[in-house]
């Protein structure tokens, strides 16, 4: 029993190394549906090689964010994937935690851990610090916009070196 006990507290005590990522203190769930164009990430073993990746929330009462994240696979001409995760909001944390299912009855925390003023632009942590996504409204960003989003994601403590940028065409040249 006092081996059990004592592994227990090397294990468990290790698991506390990491700070829980802080989420926004607010976020309107209504503003922030819409379309979300993944900039950058740590990916997903299913997302690894997404391009044109838009993640698209819809709000749905009182506390559901309807999933669908789409990109192609390898190419901005590769096979479209989508995926439709359903997002359970906790209210009680101003809307910036969320369980993501993606198979019941598991949901993964994801944490809106920056969003601009205007809703431009987001980033979604885990406190694991294993993914990440940062996203705009907009396609297509700018270097120095993208370098300033990097940095935050620094300063969440994650490994910046894991980072992928996704490649994200204009509006006008993706395919229906």
Same mark, same amino acid.
Request: aromatic share 14%.
């Given at each position: 029993?006092?081996? =059990?006990?004592?592994?227990?507290?090397?294990?468990?005590?290790?698991c506390?190394?990491?700070?829980?990522?802080?989420?926004? $203190?607010?976020?309107?769930?209504? *503003?922030?549906?819409?379309?979300?164009?993944?900039?950058?990430?740590?990916?997903a073993f299913?997302?690894?090689?997404?391009?044109?990746?838009?993640?698209?929330?819809d =709000?749905?009462?009182p506390?559901?964010m309807?999933?669908? =994240? #789409? =990109?192609?696979d390898?190419?901005f001409?590769? $096979? *479209?994937?989508?995926?439709?995760?359903?997002?359970?909001?906790?209210?009680? #944390?101003?809307?910036?935690?969320?369980?993501?299912?993606?198979?019941?009855?598991?949901?993964?925390?994801?944490?809106?851990?920056?969003?601009?003023?205007?809703?431009?632009?987001?980033?979604?942590?885990? #406190?694991?610090?294993d993914?990440?996504?940062?996203?705009?409204?907009?396609p297509?960003?700018?270097?120095?916009?993208y370098a300033?989003?990097?940095?935050?994601?620094?300063?969440?403590?994650?490994?910046?070196?894991?980072?992928? *940028?996704v $490649?994200?065409? $204009?509006?006008?040249?993706?395919?229906?």
């Amino acid at each position: 029993m006092r081996w =059990f006990i004592l592994w227990a507290v090397l294990v468990l005590g290790g698991c506390s190394s990491m700070s829980i990522i802080e989420t926004v $203190p607010r976020v309107d769930l209504q *503003r922030y549906s819409g379309d979300w164009y993944v900039q950058g990430h740590i990916p997903a073993f299913l997302e690894r090689n997404a391009t044109n990746a838009v993640e698209r929330y819809d =709000f749905q009462p009182p506390n559901r964010m309807a999933t669908t =994240f #789409s =990109f192609n696979d390898k190419t901005f001409d590769g $096979p *479209r994937k989508v995926y439709q995760p359903l997002g359970f909001v906790d209210l009680a #944390s101003g809307g910036g935690l969320w369980g993501m299912q993606f198979v019941w009855p598991i949901k993964a925390e994801f944490r809106v851990s920056y969003l601009s003023a205007d809703y431009e632009h987001t980033i979604i942590g885990r #406190s694991k610090r294993d993914y990440v996504w940062i996203m705009t409204r907009q396609p297509v960003i700018d270097d120095a916009t993208y370098a300033q989003l990097v940095q935050k994601v620094a300063d969440l403590g994650y490994d910046i070196q894991k980072l992928r *940028r996704v $490649p994200q065409q $204009p509006a006008s040249e993706r395919r229906p």
